[in-house]
């Protein structure tokens, strides 16, 4: 699981998220039993997909099943 910790987003900014989040998804609701693993990287929701640290978690995920520390 990768999750963003930048609370800025539709729902930080409607005022929805009263809790930690990527400002779209709370950080608690990215908790997943049985998850292999999960990395939190400093980026909003939406901006994920761009960020040059999740591409670079993915390939090590892919390489070792796990992300890089």
Not at 3 to 30: K, N, W, Y
Not at 41 to 69: C, D, K, N, Y
Request: charged share 15%; proline share 3%; glycine share 12%.
């Amino acid at each position: 699981m990768i999750v963003g910790t930048r609370e800025f987003g539709i729902g930080h900014v409607l005022g929805g998220l009263m809790q930690p989040s990527d400002g779209t998804v709370a950080i608690a609701e990215t908790e997943l039993p049985g998850a292999a693993d999960t990395v939190h990287i400093a980026s909003t929701h939406t901006t994920l997909l761009l960020a040059a640290e999740t591409a670079r978690q993915v390939v090590a995920f892919l390489r070792a099943g796990r992300f890089a520390r």
